[in-house]
């Protein structure tokens, strides 16, 4: 399973970006998608996911309003719509895989097994 994620880049405050993940290798639809976060000197957060088969999508509640995930199911590509940017927005976005997952479990980076590269976005003042 590979995971690609992009879109990142630099943005003023106000503005927006629109983050994609292409999954390639997974075989079925009992997965789910997450993304999580990792800011400088913290730790990785849970940002959205989606449950693959029934396309429920969870959000984590900071994320609740501003950022939006969707996806393409017939391209295996999920994507984070993210709006009115702020500078704590500042993070690497990382996509990952989880294979039947409870819901729970969409929200704990611990259990996704496969994770993509990272793109990075960074929100200036």
């Known amino acids: 399973v590979q995971l690609q994620a992009s879109g990142g880049g630099l943005v003023q405050a106000g503005g927006s970006l629109r983050l994609s993940c292409v999954a390639s290798?997974?075989?079925?639809?009992?997965?789910?998608m997450g993304w999580f976060r990792q800011a400088p000197g913290k730790e990785r957060e849970f940002v959205a996911a989606?449950?693959?088969?029934?396309?429920?999508?969870y959000y984590a509640d900071s994320a609740k309003g501003r950022f939006t995930i969707s996806r393409d199911k017939g391209k295996n590509t999920m994507y984070l719509q993210i709006n009115s940017l702020k500078p704590e927005d500042t993070a690497v976005y990382y996509c990952a895989a989880i294979r039947s997952p409870i819901v729970s479990s969409l929200y704990q980076s611990l259990y996704y097994q496969y994770w993509g590269q990272g793109t990075l976005v960074t929100v200036s003042s």
């Open positions: 290798g997974l075989t079925d639809d009992n997965y789910g």
């Open positions: 989606y449950k693959w088969s029934s396309g429920n999508k």
